[in-house]
């Protein structure tokens, strides 16, 4: 017997914490209402098949007319997006982390990082050699998944999908409980099976322990999955720490580092309103300045008031013991003590709490940008009040996705027919229990469409079916706004004032939107069932 192989969780489809909700309808969708069963009781027509049946054509009829109008109001890929109200005119200082922050990468990283890692498995941690057949897969994984790293086998065994009952099977339902997931930062402690992916960066290890895992199974091959969950991260973390990433970087940086004008320009667009700008990055001095010459320019130190490498966060933001080091032209690190951060110098380490002192940069002023929702911003909003802006390069891709004719189409009658199951289920009889059963499946099926448009495994980072993943609710509490890239702040006045939109919760829907239930759509399922007093 194959020792079982561990999976990648989507975190969407095991909700976490036993908490499931019904999300508003997308926008532009035909929204409907939940209303108490005895006031949709009535009198059932004597023919159930030809109601039902015209019901569903109607509904159909009139969601086809929304598309149109649904399509003139397109969402805008290069918009910010914001969780809470907030004012760039209090901002004064600009905070940014490094990588996929002001810098993007080209697709070529992760399979360098991939394939590194993969040969430091076979030379290293003496892995079959076999598994060298394995190349990495773009679109297998995304941000945001849970690896368990002690059950028999999740959503995905390997690189192949466990039917739905056989996870729920496992897991006593379709819930996981919070005491099994990751720990603050994502990380697996004692009494935590699950690890979650949230660094961009993790994307190769995801897919490398998939590839192992199926190598495993497919031949059979008894071995212990804490083991190899262990060594797959330790050979991704030493392509970092070795600095087989860096160097290659480094040596041919036109290839893997996506040259962009913008970042430039919105740098240069703040230094010009007096803006104060920093930047703290985990990554080492010499690649930093390499990379920044290549995407700014020779003078981009210039731009920032204070540069802090190999911070080592989420550490940074919390352990007050280790100082600051100056860093000098020729990479060596210096001893003396600093009092003061210079314009123009490189620091490494030291902690936030030192940064604050010595550079009075405190509360709502502060405005910190990165792509990690745990290392780069959950402390910040937490601890010390900094503002939080998040980076998600996916959220462009998937705007655009969204923007389609066929996800619109798709999308407004999926909760058209959501809707009308919800009504139409008060009719007990067989042979409307039977056309219930058809849509039931129908809207099975659309579900599944509705994923594929994104992932073809996981489907969306951002919602799973009605519900948002357990990286959106992440995002939602960290980040103050969010947006696919630093560039998106050029369509922005500086004094430019960000609101959320409100989202009406699911028992103040009824309350406030009578008309749009019952007149505005002109759903006749509707206006046939639906009373609110």
Not at 105 to 117: D, E, G
Not at 382 to 403: F, Q
């Amino acid at each position: 017997m194959a020792a079982a192989a561990r999976s990648l969780l989507a975190a969407g489809r095991a909700r976490a914490g036993g908490r499931r909700c019904r999300a508003l309808p997308a926008a532009g969708a035909a929204p409907y209402c939940t209303v108490a069963p005895q006031q949709q009781q009535r009198q059932p027509p004597p023919d159930m098949k030809s109601y039902l049946w015209s019901r569903y054509k109607e509904a159909k009829r009139v969601t086809k007319e929304l598309v149109p109008s649904i399509m003139s109001n397109m969402l805008n890929p290069d918009a910010i997006f914001s969780n809470n109200e907030m004012s760039l005119s209090d901002i004064e200082i600009y905070g940014f982390d490094y990588d996929y922050t002001l810098v993007f990468y080209s697709k070529h990283l992760h399979t360098l990082i991939f394939n590194a890692a993969r040969d430091l498995l076979i030379n290293e941690h003496r892995y079959p050699a076999e598994i060298r057949k394995y190349d990495y897969d773009p679109n297998f994984a995304i941000r945001g998944l849970h690896y368990d790293v002690h059950r028999l086998g999740t959503v995905y065994r390997g690189l192949s999908v466990v039917p739905d009952e056989e996870v729920i099977a496992m897991y006593d339902g379709s819930h996981v409980p919070l005491e099994q997931m990751s720990d603050f930062y994502g990380k697996s402690s004692q009494g935590n099976t699950m690890k979650q992916f949230m660094d961009i960066f993790s994307l190769p290890e995801m897919t490398l322990l998939s590839c192992v895992n199926e190598y495993f199974l497919k031949n059979n091959i008894d071995y212990e999955p804490v083991h190899l969950y262990k060594d797959v991260k330790d050979s991704i973390r030493d392509v970092h720490i070795k600095g087989i990433m860096y160097r290659a970087i480094e040596a041919d940086i036109e290839k893997y580092i996506c040259y962009a004008e913008q970042t430039r320009a919105v740098l240069a667009k703040l230094a010009d309103h007096g803006k104060k700008m920093f930047l703290i990055t985990n990554s080492p001095s010499s690649f930093v300045d390499k990379g920044m010459k290549f995407i700014v320019g020779k003078d981009w130190r210039d731009l920032f008031d204070v540069v802090i490498v190999q911070a080592d966060k989420p550490n940074f933001f919390n352990d007050k013991r280790r100082p600051f080091r100056k860093v000098n032209e020729r990479g060596v690190l210096l001893w003396d003590k600093i009092h003061k951060l210079q314009k123009g110098q490189i620091y490494k380490q030291g902690n936030l709490y030192e940064f604050l002192k010595l550079t009075g940069w405190r509360g709502s002023k502060v405005l910190y940008f990165g792509d990690h929702i745990y290392s780069d911003l959950a402390d910040l909003t937490l601890k010390h009040g900094w503002r939080t802006g998040a980076i998600i390069p996916e959220l462009r891709s998937e705007i655009k996705i969204m923007n389609t004719e066929k996800y619109i189409q798709t999308m407004t009658w999926l909760q058209t027919l959501t809707g009308l199951l919800e009504h139409m289920q008060v009719h007990r009889d067989p042979d409307s229990q039977m056309i219930l059963e058809e849509w039931k499946k129908e809207r099975k099926e659309m579900r599944e469409m509705n994923r594929n448009f994104f992932n073809a495994q996981f489907g969306s980072l951002f919602r799973t079916d009605e519900n948002p993943t357990y990286f959106l609710r992440r995002l939602s509490r960290f980040a103050d706004i969010y947006m696919a890239s630093l560039s998106c702040l050029l369509n922005y006045e500086p004094d430019y004032t960000f609101y959320p939109r409100r989202t009406p919760l699911q028992h103040e829907l009824p309350g406030w939107s009578d008309q749009l239930c019952t007149g505005t759509f002109r759903i006749p399922f509707l206006q046939d069932t639906v009373q609110i007093k």
